[in-house]
């Protein structure tokens, strides 16, 4: 009740309502939730043919009607790319929004590909609302202490604003920035995290794995979280998840979504996949060929959001490639799961001879080595490779060695291979921190 008073004295109880309401549909049966999700597609679906001049385009050049429209339409349009949201001529914008409703939102700066994503209020309180409701599912409770380990410019000015202070405050949430990870930062944010004690802490996969290391090498013994983990906004891999774990002495969970998107999946306490939040989303996993649906094998991830009515994203080819599984989960929620998120397909290497190299594979190159800080592996065209290696003092020939002997293993003789040796990788403009790229796969 304390909290429902603070939201509504500041004219946010809708954001309460959003999230009470989402709770108590997805408490129904898994034919129940079904159905309040072809719902909302049907209405999302006539919205874009009535009021969206790219899909009313689209609608006519398929063939379909404004009378005809059901949720079985949607696999009638084709894929939303990338390069349709670049396009100035593609005018995605709903023509029944006023302009000061409106909050531009980009992504896509890590890839070279970036694209602005048009919002408005309501689509960012069901954002949060589902955001909250995967935290719930990973351990989080209203009244929690939670530590974000974040550092997006994008989401720094987010967080200085009245609003999102006041969530924070509510929520008991404390920032620290992961832009500014230098040992004499993550000292204090040890100190002041022993001190504050939070439930969670939350933070990206790159940001959280150093700070562990980081905390591992300092011989430091955290008292904190007391309840989890949870890592967002990169793919986790299994080395990080276990380097967390053992370090923070509690269970890592993993989510999966995008900033154009939100919050697509998130892992339950049975850790066996990720589950897809049907009220916000239809995922769909695509054969990358012929577009057929794929399960239980990877697929490209098509997603149609559910709740943006500004811009709608329908079928939208999100760039992951990802393993859709048919088998209901343990835990009784009742919404299919992504089995394992793959990554991003710019994320696959491409040795000169044409074998395809999963990005992963050089992760594992890195696994065990102590004097390796950070890297990030680019494929700058067909046969031209960079490593960056930011190493410790005690790095030495040795491990250069073996490190040049296995890329050289797997990407054959006929790569050229630089190696650079900075202070430090930034990040992306997201905010995160990317292992592999492929600038190659984005020509």
Not at 179 to 185: G, I, P, Q, V, Y
Not at 261 to 276: F, I, K, T
Not at 311 to 331: K, N
Not at 415 to 439: D, M, N, Y
Request: hydrophobic share 35%; with cysteine; proline share 4%.
């Amino acid at each position: 009740m304390k909290l429902q008073c603070s939201l509504m004295s500041h004219g946010s109880n809708r954001l309460l309502d959003v999230y009470a309401n989402k709770n108590r549909m997805l408490k129904g049966t898994a034919e129940q939730i079904r159905v309040v999700q072809k719902q909302r597609l049907q209405t999302l679906l006539c919205h874009a043919a009535e009021r969206v001049p790219f899909y009313r385009e689209r609608f006519r050049l398929g063939g379909i009607k404004s009378t005809d429209i059901c949720a079985e339409t949607l696999h009638q349009l084709p894929v939303l790319t990338r390069s349709d949201l670049q396009n100035p001529k593609n005018d995605l914008r709903a023509t029944n929004w006023p302009a000061e409703h409106i909050i531009a939102n980009s992504s896509g700066g890590s890839t070279g590909r970036p694209v602005t994503v048009l919002q408005d209020r309501r689509y960012r309180d069901e954002l949060l609302a589902t955001a909250w409701i995967s935290d719930a599912m990973q351990g989080w409770r209203f009244g929690d202490r939670t530590a974000l380990l974040w550092g997006s410019p994008k989401d720094q000015s987010r967080f200085h604003s009245f609003r999102s202070r006041l969530v924070m405050r509510v929520r008991g949430v404390r920032l620290y920035d992961a832009f500014a990870m230098s040992e004499t930062t993550m000292s204090r944010y040890h100190r002041e995290l022993q001190a504050y004690e939070p439930h969670v802490l939350i933070g990206y996969a790159s940001a959280l794995t150093m700070y562990a290391q980081f905390l591992r090498d300092s011989d430091a013994k955290p008292s904190y979280p007391l309840v989890s983990v949870i890592s967002s906004a990169e793919r986790l891999d299994d080395e990080q998840r276990r380097l967390i774990e053992q370090c923070f002495g509690v269970a890592v969970f993993d989510r999966y979504g995008s900033r154009e998107v939100g919050c697509l999946a998130s892992e339950c306490m049975r850790a066996e996949g990720l589950h897809l939040h049907p009220l916000d989303h239809i995922v769909e996993t695509v054969d990358a060929i012929t577009g057929e649906p794929v399960h239980d094998r990877p697929g490209k991830v098509l997603v149609t959001c559910l709740t943006n009515f500004v811009m709608p994203l329908i079928r939208y080819e999100i760039g992951d490639l990802a393993v859709m599984s048919g088998e209901p989960c343990r835990c009784g929620f009742p919404s299919i799961r992504l089995r394992k998120v793959l990554g991003r397909t710019s994320d696959f290497i491409q040795s000169p001879s044409g074998r395809h190299i999963h990005g992963e594979y050089f992760t594992h190159a890195f696994y065990g080595m102590r004097t390796v800080r950070q890297f990030q592996f680019i494929q700058k065209s067909r046969t031209d490779f960079l490593l960056r290696i930011v190493k410790t003092r005690d790095f030495g020939q040795q491990e250069l060695a073996m490190i040049v002997s296995e890329m050289e293993r797997a990407l054959g003789a006929a790569a050229k291979l630089r190696i650079e040796f900075p202070e430090s990788i930034a990040p992306s403009p997201s905010g995160k921190h990317r292992f592999t790229i492929s600038e190659h796969n984005c020509q």
